[in-house]
T-cell receptor, first 115, second 116 residues
Framework: AQSVTQLDSHVSVSEGTPVLLRCNYS??????LFWYVQHPNKGLQLLLK??????LVKGINGFEAEFKKSETSFHLTKPSAHMSDAAEYFC?????????????FGTGTRLQVTL | GAVVSQHPSRVICKSGTSVKIECRSL??????MFWYRQFPKQSLMLMAT?????????EQGVEKDKFLINHASLTLSTLTVTSAHPEDSSFYIC????????????FGPGTRLLVL
């Protein structure tokens, strides 16, 4: 069975310091992995995706994530946090079943950025 | 990037009435759309998969007669919450899969439903 675990429900960082949001997955097959961001009362925006190409994936707004098969991890990082990064972040795994591809969402990590 | 719209963005209705939510892919065709439900401070839960021209596939525990899904064209899917009750109040989010872009799913901005 496929699943995704976000290890931290809440992360707080100071503006200008690095961000690390952790994600581990469980999949019987080679997964496709995504990070989405959701600002309050907004829909989800795709930050980046891994689909079996380069293991280090660069996304929008300076975010990147590294797929580590040996650790079954796909942690999201950013060198320097900005106030506008405060939002909810979801790690997502895609698995295929029949004719449809379904997404399984992690429980989310709320990122707080302080001055 | 690809754009998905939802209408309305917010709706308040009385208990017992039905509410229709539209999901449109604006600049691509989507043979498959997905409907999710998100409770406050929780993750998204897939409700159903909507395929153009065929019946939707519902996840376990989702009442298909209560949450009617129609995917009549390659750019439009609708979710109708029938005989809504207060416990149906939630944030409903749709996504559309762009099969021409590595099957990435693009999400709509969501619809907040409040049933009084």
């Amino acid at each position: 069975a496929q699943s995704v675990t976000q290890l931290d429900s809440h992360v707080s960082v100071s503006e200008g310091t690095p961000v690390l949001l952790r994600c581990n997955y469980s999949s019987s097959y080679s997964p496709s992995l995504f990070w989405y961001v959701q600002h309050p009362n907004k829909g989800l925006q795709l930050l980046l995706k891994y689909t079996s190409a380069a293991t280090l994936v660069k996304g929008i707004n300076g975010f990147e994530a590294e797929f580590k098969k040996s650790e079954t991890s796909f942690h999201l990082t950013k060198p320097s946090a900005h106030m506008s990064d405060a939002a909810e972040y979801f790690c997502v795994v895609r698995w295929n079943t029949g004719t449809a591809s379904k997404l399984t969402f992690g429980t989310g990590t709320r990122l707080q950025v302080t001055l | 990037g690809a754009v998905v719209s939802q209408h309305p963005s917010r709706v308040i209705c009385k208990s017992g009435t039905s509410v229709k939510i539209e999901c449109r892919s604006l600049d691509f065709q989507a043979t498959t759309m997905f409907w999710y439900r998100q409770f406050p401070k929780q993750s998204l839960m897939l409700m159903a998969t909507s395929n153009e021209g065929s019946k939707a596939t519902y996840e376990q525990g989702v009442e298909k007669d209560k949450f009617l899904i129609n995917h009549a064209s390659l750019t439009l899917s609708t979710l109708t919450v029938t005989s809504a009750h207060p416990e149906d109040s939630s944030f409903y989010i749709c996504s559309a899969r762009d099969s021409g872009a590595g099957e990435t799913q693009y999400f709509g901005p969501g619809t907040r439903l409040l049933v009084l």
